[in-house]
């Protein structure tokens, strides 16, 4: 009978390139260099919407517009952002894109297919669940964090501590959590 958890390692750091080490076409570096070229938000944003829509499952281009949504605080772009980027490394481990869907026979699969973007993947997931948390919406955030840590129950993609303060933030009565 098959374990239900992953039998790879997700620290092991052997053999595949990272996101960042794949070329990028040439006119999507150029949107992506202007938008960091130090222009106004706005126009920062729609050079990066303008690359995201040219280069939908470039992860580079999504990496970048997560963080600028991130550093804005605009937690619940990021969140999309975050989806976008579990899709596009889904399809590319050839795993679900939709973390609900996603089994231990999947992890093992994509861990032994490309183990940095499996990571990226998780990662994604992680960040999910950190998002809503802080969007306040900790209900929400226990979902994507339970499957990481069924999926990653060594904890090497560090979502136990995120999933026990999203518990305890629900279980505590707000009043105990404003006189801390």
């Known amino acids: 009978m098959r374990s239900e958890a992953p039998t790879v390692d997700l620290l092991d750091m052997s053999g595949t390139e990272l ?5 990028v076409a040439p006119e999507i570096a150029a949107l992506l260099e202007e938008a960091r070229s130090g222009v106004e938000p706005d126009v920062a944003e729609a050079l990066l919407k303008e690359a995201l829509h040219r280069a939908p499952d470039d992860l580079t281009v999504i990496v970048a517009i997560y963080r600028f949504y991130y550093f804005r605080h605009d937690y619940a772009a990021t969140l999309e952002i975050a989806d976008l980027a579990m899709q596009a490394a889904g399809r590319r481990l050839n ?4 973390w609900r869907a996603l089994t231990a026979a999947d992890i093992d699969r994509a861990g032994a297919a490309n183990m940095a973007l499996l990571r990226f993947y998780l990662w994604a997931l992680k960040g999910a669940g950190y998002l809503l948390m802080r969007l306040g919406r900790m209900e929400e955030a226990i979902a994507p964090l339970e499957t990481l840590c069924r999926l990653d129950v060594a904890d090497r993609i560090g979502g136990a501590g995120l999933l026990e ?3 305890e933030t629900i279980d ?5 959590r404003t006189d801390r």
């Open 19 to 23: 996101y960042f080490d794949e070329p």
């Open 95 to 98: 795993v679900p894109g939709d």
């Open 165 to 167: 303060l999203a518990r």
């Open 172 to 176: 505590t009565p707000d009043r105990e």
